[in-house]
């Protein structure tokens, strides 16, 4: 509770710090700062923008930049407690911290141009710019930001392995670090992600991150672990047409016909093609004739039909055959 004070007095002084900062810069270097950091609109401006403005190149634009910071770097020890209260906050995180949440925590909104200008006066904190596996973090160093890549690549490794969503806590049980550094760690990370209920995975997967009505269509599937007619499918996924919901149910090969209008995961072990298919396959499994019975039950394992229709399928004199017995056996064509 008193470090959460120690933030909220520290924004109240934020502006105030920002503008005595300032007030000893020239008018063109004061002006420029201003724009670039946000610090009036809560926008940062791009070297171009200001370049244009006054009339010089964004090179040009950005040694002034370069050159107003390193003079009033030199008068930021007068600041020391809010650095304090910065370094204190990028520790407990485990030494590394996504931009847009660090902002957001510390500036609580209205005072985020302010932080982002202040941790940019530092030498003690590096910011990481945006790639294509991590967002823009700031970090105490190079290692730490290495440790936390190191950390992300074994937990990715891992939920490939798992192949479904987990908990924060099964995340950090895969680590020796503490839960809230390991949710910092993932935070930073392109390649992993939480959805709406909480649960981290790879962000290509739909669970976490679904693309369109076909990945809204599985998800329904996984949450309810049972088979569901095309028509209530598109009951329960608001917004849908029914037959938007059915074409996609038939197209994507992540679902099996397995009754009349009733469909349900492949994942699950249904076996697609319609039900001589299922016989064939049953068959194929087995060296010995099968009863009536038997072929009943395996295929009502895998379709919602009536038995009828199992019956004549098996009435295929071409492809099965019935001995003295009563059982059932696969017709072996003969190779020329």
């Not at 908990?167 to 760690?185: D, F, I, P, R």
Request: hydrophobic share 35%; glycine share 6%.
């Amino acid at each position: 509770m008193s470090g959460r004070k120690k933030i909220i007095m520290s924004n109240n002084n934020y502006q105030k710090i920002g503008q005595d900062l300032v007030s000893e810069l020239g008018p063109k270097q004061r002006e420029i700062i201003v724009r670039r950091f946000g610090l009036v609109s809560g926008e940062r401006e791009t070297l171009e923008s200001i370049g244009k403005s006054y009339r010089i190149c964004r090179e040009r634009v950005r040694q002034i930049e370069k050159t107003s910071l390193d003079k009033m770097k030199k008068r930021t020890s007068a600041y020391k407690e809010v650095f304090k209260t910065f370094a204190k906050y990028l520790k407990n995180a485990g030494g590394v911290k996504r931009e847009d949440l660090m902002l957001c925590d510390l500036g609580e909104g209205k005072w985020q141009a302010q932080v982002y200008f202040l941790m940019a006066l530092s030498q003690e904190f590096l910011r990481i710019s945006e790639g294509d596996d991590f967002y823009a973090l700031w970090t105490f160093n190079q290692e730490s930001f290495e440790k936390a890549k190191e950390t992300d690549s074994a937990i990715c490794l891992k939920l490939k392995e798992k192949m479904q969503p987990v908990t924060l806590k099964e995340l950090a049980s895969w680590t020796t670090e503490k839960k809230n550094v390991v949710e910092s760690y993932v935070e930073i990370s392109k390649k992993i992600q939480k959805n709406q209920e909480g649960l981290y995975g790879l962000s290509d997967w739909p669970e976490i991150n679904p693309k369109g009505i076909k990945d809204k269509i599985y998800l329904l599937f996984k949450r309810f672990q049972k088979p569901f007619h095309f028509t209530e499918v598109a009951g329960q996924i608001k917004g849908s047409l029914v037959q938007t919901v059915h074409n996609e149910l038939i197209r994507d090969t992540r679902f099996v016909l397995i009754g009349r209008g009733i469909y349900a995961l492949k994942e699950w072990g249904y076996q697609e093609g319609d039900v001589k298919d299922v016989i064939l396959s049953i068959f194929q499994k087995e060296t010995r004739p099968l009863t009536k019975q038997e072929i009943v039950e395996r295929v009502l394992k895998q379709r919602i039909i009536k038995e009828n229709t199992i019956l004549m399928n098996l009435s295929n004199k071409k492809i099965f055959s019935k001995d003295i017995q009563g059982k059932y056996s696969l017709i072996k064509v003969r190779e020329a």
